[in-house]
Structures are given as structure tokens and as C-alpha cells.
């Protein structure tokens, strides 16, 4: 039982846009950063977004993040066959004095 | 360039103690606001973080694995080492280690599979 709740899986047909919600509380998502990463099979995670909305150098603007009191969404547009994968969101919770993740998305790109 | 990568057993056997380490470059655990933890995944399943060590040698531990967890840090090395006691075929999973900053793990290693089994 992961302490951020994503959906287990979402679609959308290339070229579309595709949000992923990450639902938390106040002692997560609420006061801290969030963070999403992109999991390609068979291969590690890599850091899509950082502190929100921010972009590691490299990662198109396609891919953006958002927050809103205890939730985060990542939104992918211009859907590529090449983003299927799995997606986390990461942030610290300030009552476990540990990082925490999501239990993944998985995107399928129709 | 960051990098790191993670060594180790990839089969231990249950109850035994398992060692990995995590040898990294293209920064210093000595500086300010850095640290590298580990995350676990087993096959098919989500993440899961351990331990983290950070470059003023403060160390965090997942609260339900604390008890089997010890992480340190040599930094003359660039090293971190995880230890893990008292194994068991539930903890088969693939384990990395990563770089943190803020509370974002900013680079990867490529993971190290272990399996657990007599």
C-alpha cells in the first residue's frame, strides 16, 4: 500500500495529451516537493520533474507538473509511442521521515 | 557526468546478511544538501525506498525496514554501503542506489537484481 495514490494505468492515442494525478496528504504532497519520474521498461527510473514543475536539462516541455494543495498531476503532450512507460511521483513526508512514491502508472500510448 | 552503480551478491540465501554497494562519481558526499539513498523493486512492482545518507552523515530509514537496514558512507571512496539482515524471498527485488538533492533523486544507477533463495 503506497503512501501517494496513482492510477494503475491510463491511455491516449499519439499526438494527445495524457494527465496522471498523484493524490497524497498534508504531511506529504502538502508541504513538500513533488517529483515524477519515468520508469522505460527493464531499464531505472529517470527524473522527469523536480520541485513541482521544474525540468531537468533534457527533458522536452512536453512534460510538465503541476500542484495543488495535497495532489500533483504530471501532463505529457504530444503523446509519443516512446513514452510508454511507467510513471512515479516521489516527495518526502514530513510525519514518516521518509521519502515515499507512488505505486506507478502505467501509460500505454494507443 | 553523475554516475552511479550499485555491486553486490545477486543471490543470497534466507537469513543471511546481504551487502551492496554503491560506488559513484561526478559528485561529493561531502557537499552541502546531498546524499544517496536506496529504492527497491521487486519484480513487477512499485518502488520502494530504504535508506538514504546524507553528506552531513545524517541517515533516514525506511520506518518498516528500519530494524535490518544500516547505510554508511566512506567518502574517500565515493561510496555507500547498504546492508540488509535477516533476508527472506520477499525481499527479491532489484535494488538501486540514486543521488538526492532536495528531496528529488536527480540520477540513477542501472539497479542490481538479488534473489533470495535457499
Known amino acids: 500500500q503506497s503512501v501517494l495514490t496513482q492510477p494503475p494505468s491510463v491511455s491516449a492515442a499519439p499526438g494527445q495529451k495524457v494527465t496522471i494525478s498523484c493524490s497524497g496528504s498534508?504531511?506529504?504532497?502538502?508541504?513538500?516537493?513533488v517529483s515524477w519520474y519515468q520508469q522505460l521498461p527493464g531499464t531505472a527510473p529517470k527524473l522527469l520533474i523536480y520541485?513541482?514543475?521544474k525540468r531537468p536539462s533534457g527533458i522536452p516541455d512536453r512534460f510538465s507538473g503541476s500542484k495543488s494543495g495535497t495532489s500533483a498531476t504530471l501532463g505529457i503532450t504530444g503523446l509519443q509511442t516512446g513514452d510508454e512507460a511507467d510513471y512515479y511521483c516521489g516527495t518526502w513526508d514530513s510525519s514518516l521521515s521518509a521519502a515515499v512514491f507512488g505505486g506507478g502508472t502505467q501509460l500505454t500510448v494507443l | 557526468q553523475i554516475t552511479l552503480k550499485e555491486s553486490g551478491p545477486t543471490l543470497v540465501k534466507p537469513t543471511q546478511t546481504l551487502t551492496l554497494t554503491c560506488t559513484f562519481s561526478?559528485?561529493?558526499?561531502?557537499?552541502?544538501?546531498?546524499?544517496v539513498g536506496w529504492i527497491r523493486q521487486p519484480p513487477g512492482k512499485a518502488l520502494e525506498w530504504l535508506a538514504l545518507?546524507?553528506?552531513?552523515?545524517?541517515?533516514r530509514y525506511s520506518p518498516s525496514l528500519k530494524s535490518r537496514l544500516t547505510i554508511t558512507k566512506d567518502t574517500s571512496k565515493n561510496q555507500v554501503v547498504l546492508t540488509m539482515t535477516n533476508m527472506d524471498p520477499v525481499d527479491t527485488a532489484t535494488y538501486y542506489c540514486?543521488?538526492?538533492?532536495?528531496?528529488?533523486?536527480?540520477?540513477w544507477g542501472q539497479g542490481t537484481l538479488v534473489t533470495v533463495s535457499s
Open positions: 561526478g559528485f561529493s558526499l561531502s557537499t552541502s544538501g546531498v546524499g
Open positions: 520541485d513541482n514543475n
Open positions: 498534508s504531511s506529504n504532497i502538502g508541504n513538500n516537493y
Open positions: 545518507i546524507y553528506w552531513d552523515d545524517d541517515k
Open positions: 540514486a543521488h538526492i538533492q532536495s528531496s528529488s533523486w536527480y540520477h
